[in-house]
């Protein structure tokens, strides 16, 4: 059974599971990031959706907490091929989704003007289909869930992983870390002081690529960068969202703990000499599904 786990917290009170379409990596040209499939790489696919955004803390604490550990355990790096999209919930405005590109702020940080209903709407005639719309990417606005910040370090996140190369995941996910990390708040953080600080750190890939990375982000580089975020962001209960092995079918929500996305990756996993961490995950992966079966409150944390 094709198992996929989505933690979906921003955007989903209103939102609808819907189809992913197999058919979205086929339409990508070949400068656009694809999807890689485990049968090319050998290893596991973690596929993330995401949004920089303070509006949704567990974009952060998702991808800073249970996510690193277990990148950063051992073995799991060699098994996965890991693609983040970081354009999440935003959206472009269309003629027959609507959208409103002005930004209407409160003062926590959400867009007043930001909708999951046109949002959906435009996932579903732009990239879960054959046919997209004309205006599917422009010359409309992309209307953010939470303002000008969260699309700036959207787009920052898209350069570093340009400038990395779309599918070498390794040297980004650092960085990534680190910018999630550092987000702050909507109105007072500084992508560009944050992204140098983050690039500039001992060991890091980007240390000495800071005027590449800002030449990416300053310049068109940047906004077609963020286009192909928007080109992969297929259509998503909410953000985070977090497929493994998952590119085409209905989801499977087994429910929310923290180690569940690599115990999915140790289940995926056939080769081998698999993480050692696996052997316990599967044991608590087990008895969590046979609580939530049972329609037991699961014990795990």
């Not at 073995?75 to 354009?87: E, K, P, T, W, Y």
Request: some cysteine.
């Amino acid at each position: 059974m094709q198992h996929v786990f989505l933690f979906s917290f921003c955007d989903s009170s209103d939102a609808k599971a819907e189809k992913t379409s197999s058919t979205k990596a086929e339409k990508a040209a070949s400068s656009e990031p694809s999807i890689a499939t485990s049968e090319a790489t050998g290893k596991v696919n973690l596929i993330i959706l995401t949004v920089t955004e303070s509006g949704c803390p567990p974009c952060q604490a998702q991808i800073t907490g249970p996510i690193n550990d277990m990148i950063t355990s051992p073995g799991f790096a060699d098994i996965l091929n890991v693609r983040q999209f970081s354009f999440g919930n935003n959206y472009f405005a269309t003629a027959k989704c609507g959208g409103i590109g002005v930004v209407n702020q409160t003062s926590d940080g959400d867009n007043l003007n930001y909708s999951a209903d046109t949002r959906h709407c435009w996932a579903i005639n732009c990239i879960n289909t054959v046919t997209p719309m004309d205006d599917c990417f422009g010359p409309g606005p992309i209307v953010t869930q939470h303002g000008t910040k969260e699309m700036e370090d959207n787009k920052m996140q898209a350069c570093a992983q340009k400038v990395a190369g779309y599918n070498k995941w390794q040297p980004y996910w650092p960085f990534l870390v680190c910018m999630e990390a550092n987000y702050g708040s909507p109105f007072e953080s500084n992508t560009v002081e944050t992204a140098t600080n983050c690039a500039e750190e001992e060991g890091f890939y980007y240390q000495d690529k800071v005027p590449e990375l800002m030449a990416c982000y300053e310049g068109r580089e940047g906004d077609d960068a963020l286009l192909q975020m928007a080109k992969n962001t297929v259509d998503h209960p909410g953000t985070p969202t977090f497929l493994v092995n998952g590119n085409g079918g209905a989801p499977l929500l087994y429910g929310i703990w923290d180690d569940a996305i690599a115990a999915s990756v140790c289940a995926h996993y056939n080769g081998d000499a698999p993480p050692p961490a696996c052997a316990d995950l599967l044991d608590k992966q087990q008895i969590f599904m046979e609580e939530a079966k049972n329609c037991v409150e699961p014990t795990m944390e």
